[in-house]
């Protein structure tokens, strides 16, 4: 399975491509941006939270390459 993502430049384009779609029998799923990015208030709080951690230098970041050498050892 794979999933392909269409940029829209306006409702046109995404009507002509849904009627051939449908014309065609796919089965797709339509899923609008705002919809696949929302978050609960529980995890804002949490990032937020870390945000002000990691200002306050409660947090340290590490490298990417330290991270994957960690992991490597597990």
């Given at each position: 399975?794979?999933?392909?993502?269409?940029?829209?430049?306006?409702?046109?384009?995404?009507?002509?491509?849904?009627?051939?779609?449908?014309?065609?029998?796919?089965?797709?799923?339509?899923?609008?941006?705002?919809?696949?990015?929302?978050?609960?208030?529980?995890?804002?709080?949490?990032l937020?939270?870390?945000?002000?951690?990691?200002?306050?230098?409660?947090?340290?970041?590490?490298?990417?390459?330290?991270?994957?050498?960690?992991l490597?050892?597990?």
């Amino acid at each position: 399975m794979r999933t392909l993502i269409f940029n829209f430049h306006n409702e046109q384009e995404e009507k002509v491509l849904l009627a051939f779609l449908d014309s065609l029998k796919y089965d797709y799923q339509r899923v609008d941006e705002q919809e696949s990015f929302q978050l609960s208030d529980e995890e804002v709080k949490g990032l937020l939270q870390t945000k002000r951690d990691f200002m306050e230098g409660r947090v340290s970041a590490r490298s990417w390459k330290d991270i994957k050498r960690d992991l490597r050892c597990v």
